[in-house]
C-alpha cells in the first residue's frame, strides 16, 4: 500500500511533502530513541514516534524512509517541519497513541522489517 | 605553569531520588578527597538545593562547581556547571517552572536537602526524576544566558543522552562538552559515535554512592583549580586542556 492510501484510511494527516502519497510502504518501525531507528530501519520502513525534535527529519532522509507518523496529536515546531520540506521527508500525524497507530497499520498489512 | 587537576564534574547527591542517602556533604568530599579529585561538580536531577551545603562542607582545597542534571523533553540529560551558586538557583527556577509531578518517595527514592553537616533541613516534592517541558535547544540557550558550560550527560549510553535519544547532535547545539561514562571504553566511543570527535570530552562518574565518586574523571590541565580556567580548559583555550584516557 501507498503511504497516501495509508493516510488516507486511518486518518493520518500529512504536515508537509504530501507529494510522496505515492510511496510504497513496504514496512514499519516503531521507536523514539533514534539511535536505535539509525541502526534498524529500512529503506522505505514507514517510522511511528512521538519524538518531534529536528533531527527526525534528517534520520528519515539518511535511511530514506517513506515516512514519519507523529502520534498522540503532538506537531512538531515549525522549524522541524520546514527542514522536512526542503529534505523531501513526509511528516504526517496522527490523533492516536502509537500503539492505536502500529495496531491499525498492522491490520492494514504493514509489516515489522 | 599548568598543573594536573583532576575533576569529576557529574556528582549526585542525597537530594537525587536515585541518589543513595550517604551522599551526604562531608561523606562527598571525604570521598573526593580520597580519589585525589582537585574539582568536583554537584549535579542532582532537576536541583540544586544541595550545592551550597557540599560548598561548605569541602573547605578551601577541593573546589565544588555548581550544577544540574536537567532531563529535557526528548528525555536527554544535561549537565550545567557554573561559576557561583547564585546562577545555578536561577536555572533551578527556570527547570522549577517547567517541571511537573509530585515525587513519591517509596517508589522513587527521598530528595533530602540537607546542611553542611548533612543534617536533613528539608524533602523537595517536585517530581526531580521527571523530564521538564523544556527543549534541550532551550536548555542549553538558557544555560549560555546565564554564562554557565552545558555538557550532555553520557552520551554512551543509549537511554536519556543525547545521542542516544537524537541519534547525534544537532548542527547548532552549542556544548563545551561531551561527557562519557566511567566504564566507557574510549577508543569504542570514538568508532561508534562520530560527533565525539569533534568535541571536548570529560569523563565523570555520575556518583550516586560514595565509593562511586572519582571513578570516572578527567585531567584538566589548568594554572589552579577555577570555573574560569575549567572552562578554558574545555574551549582548548591558552594551552589548557581536558584530557580522557
Given at each position: 500500500m501507498t503511504l497516501g492510501e495509508l493516510a488516507k484510511k486511518l486518518g493520518f494527516k500529512f504536515l508537509c511533502v504530501e507529494r510522496k502519497g505515492d510511496v510504497p510502504v513496504s514496512g514499519g518501525y516503531v521507536c523514539d530513541l533514534?539511535?536505535?531507528?539509525?541502526?534498524?530501519?529500512?529503506?522505505?520502513?514507514?517510522?511511528v514516534t512521538r519524538q518531534v525534535h529536528e533531527n527526525i527529519v534528517a534520520v528519515a532522509s539518511l535511511k530514506d524512509l517513506a515516512g514519519i507518523v507523529l502520534v498522540n496529536g503532538r506537531a512538531p515546531e515549525e522549524k522541524t517541519i520546514q527542514k522536512a520540506e526542503q529534505e523531501g521527508v513526509a511528516l504526517l500525524l496522527s490523533e492516536l497513541p502509537a500503539f492505536e497507530v502500529v495496531g491499525r497499520l498492522y491490520q492494514e498489512g504493514v509489516r515489522g522489517t | 605553569?599548568?598543573?594536573?587537576?583532576?575533576?569529576?564534574?557529574?556528582?549526585?547527591?542525597?537530594?537525587?531520588?536515585?541518589?543513595?542517602?550517604?551522599?551526604?556533604?562531608?561523606?562527598?568530599?571525604?570521598?573526593?578527597?580520597?580519589?585525589?579529585?582537585?574539582?568536583?561538580?554537584?549535579?542532582?536531577?532537576?536541583?540544586?538545593?544541595?550545592?551550597?551545603?557540599?560548598?561548605?562542607?569541602?573547605?578551601?582545597?577541593?573546589?565544588?562547581?555548581?550544577?544540574?542534571?536537567?532531563?529535557?523533553?526528548?528525555?536527554?540529560?544535561l549537565l550545567a556547571l557554573f561559576e557561583n551558586l547564585e546562577s545555578a538557583l536561577r536555572l533551578q527556577e527556570f527547570v522549577y517552572s517547567a517541571l511537573e509531578g509530585t515525587n513519591n518517595p517509596e517508589r522513587f527514592g527521598w530528595q533530602v536537602v540537607v546542611d553542611a553537616q548533612g543534617e536533613p533541613v528539608a524533602t523537595?516534592?517536585?517530581?526531580?526524576?521527571?523530564?521538564?517541558?523544556?527543549?534541550?535547544?532551550?536548555?542549553?540557550?538558557?544555560i549560555h544566558r546565564l554564562n554557565g558550560l552545558a555538557i550532555a550527560a553520557h552520551v554512551d549510553r543509549e537511554l536519556y543522552s543525547l545521542i542516544g535519544m537524537l541519534g547525534f547532535v544537532p548542527d547548532d547545539l552549542v556544548l563545551e562538552a561531551l561527557e562519557i561514562s566511567a566504564?566507557?571504553?574510549?577508543?569504542?566511543?570514538?568508532?561508534?559515535?562520530?560527533?565525539?570527535?569533534?568535541?571536548?570530552?570529560?569523563?565523570?562518574?555520575?556518583?550516586?554512592?560514595?565509593?562511586?565518586?572519582?571513578?570516572?574523571?578527567?585531567?584538566?590541565?589548568?594554572?589552579?583549580?577555577?570555573?574560569?580556567?575549567?572552562?578554558?580548559?574545555?574551549?582548548?583555550?591558552?594551552?589548557?586542556?581536558?584530557?580522557?584516557?
Open positions: 533514534l539511535s536505535d531507528v539509525m541502526a534498524h530501519t529500512k529503506q522505505g520502513d514507514l517510522w | 605553569m599548568l598543573v594536573k587537576a583532576l575533576g569529576d564534574l557529574h556528582v549526585h547527591t542525597c537530594l537525587s531520588p536515585c541518589g543513595d542517602l550517604l551522599m551526604r556533604p562531608r561523606e562527598i568530599v571525604e570521598a573526593a578527597r580520597r580519589a585525589g579529585l582537585a574539582i568536583i561538580g554537584i549535579c542532582d536531577h532537576n536541583s540544586a538545593e544541595n550545592v551550597g551545603a557540599v560548598q561548605k562542607a569541602a573547605g578551601k582545597d577541593l573546589l565544588v562547581l555548581p550544577g544540574m542534571e536537567v532531563t529535557t523533553v526528548e528525555e536527554v540529560h523537595v516534592n517536585k517530581l526531580l526524576i521527571g523530564a521538564t517541558s523544556l527543549t534541550t535547544s532551550t536548555v542549553v540557550k538558557q566504564e566507557a571504553n574510549l577508543r569504542e566511543v570514538r568508532s561508534r559515535i562520530p560527533d565525539v570527535n569533534r568535541f571536548s570530552l570529560v569523563r565523570s562518574s555520575d556518583a550516586h554512592f560514595p565509593h562511586a565518586v572519582g571513578k570516572g574523571k578527567t585531567e584538566l590541565w589548568v594554572e589552579r583549580p577555577s570555573f574560569a580556567e575549567v572552562t578554558k580548559a574545555l574551549g582548548g583555550q591558552e594551552g589548557r586542556r581536558a584530557v580522557v584516557t
